[in-house]
């Protein structure tokens, strides 16, 4: 049953994915009215980040918690969840919420969590740390795009 991990962890992946996916609006008055910045990467762009990082976190997911055993298979467990529910609020914060400055603290968390996953993957396998890489470095980037938006549009709505 080595494969009941891979499985557990996709789905939790596919759920954030859900989530996210729902509550990301680029296509609303709100945020097309948003000053943005020069280096803003097309939305087409940041889908297809996520595309090649949502894979990554469910594979390394799966992965990881099979190689761990008793409490830190279980601590391993509760911070991908942890991660995930943190990775599927930043939509709802800031698209629906409409709050960009709620959106820089949770995503400051996300990335705490991020890089917690990325240490314990690490203590796993070198190739499972260095693939939530890819997935951290994204989330600095976007935590750096969600202060600049908010930087930029402090003073509307």
Known sequence: MRWV????????????????????????????????????????????????????????GGFVW?????????????????NLVLNAAWSLVFFVAQEPWWAVAEITLLLVSTLALV????????????ALMLYAAWVAFAGWLTFTLARLNSGQG
């Open 5 to 60: 991990p891979y499985a557990v962890s996709a789905a939790a992946v596919v759920a954030t994915l859900a989530v996210a996916g729902a509550g990301t609006r680029p296509t609303t008055d709100w945020y097309a009215a948003l000053t943005k910045p020069p280096w803003q990467p097309d939305p087409s762009l940041i889908g297809l980040a996520w595309a090649v990082i949502y894979p990554l976190i469910a594979i390394v």
């Open 119 to 130: 240490v314990m993957a690490w203590s796993v396998s070198l190739g499972a740390g260095g």
């Open 66 to 82: 099979t190689r761990l055993e008793g409490r830190q298979q279980l601590t391993w467990a509760l911070l991908l969840a942890l």
